[in-house]
């Protein structure tokens, strides 16, 4: 989290805005897997990106999760790890998204000689 949060009201908050973004990315993450799948030639490169996708998409879906649990239990006193795995959970799959667009500018800009 950005700040340590002591109410409860305000970590659902920002759970709940967590979760509607983690939503979104792994629809993102899922539907530039197809894009890069329509190229007929796929390259290593490609193959690559697909992959780091692919990863980031089942890391975002396993926020999903993990929030879904997490606003269940904001009465529990482990919610401040529920909560700071959710984090790292997150970054990590933005990490990889950001990852694979490097790698597919890489491939599509970079590696196709344009």
Known sequence: ??????NPGHLRELLLAILSTSGTMAGL???????????????????????????SSV???VVCYLVFF??????????????????????????LLVVSGFVVLYAFGLGSGT
């Open 1 to 6: 989290m950005l700040k340590n949060v002591n």
């Open 29 to 55: 993450s899922m539907a530039l897997v197809g894009i890069i799948n329509l190229r007929a030639a796929n390259t290593r490169t490609e193959t690559v990106a697909d992959d780091l996708f692919l990863f």
């Open 59 to 61: 890391g975002f879906l």
């Open 70 to 95: 997490a606003l269940r239990r904001l009465d529990s006193p482990h919610i401040r790890y529920w909560a700071a795995a959710i984090d790292v959970m997150f970054l990590v799959s933005l990490t």
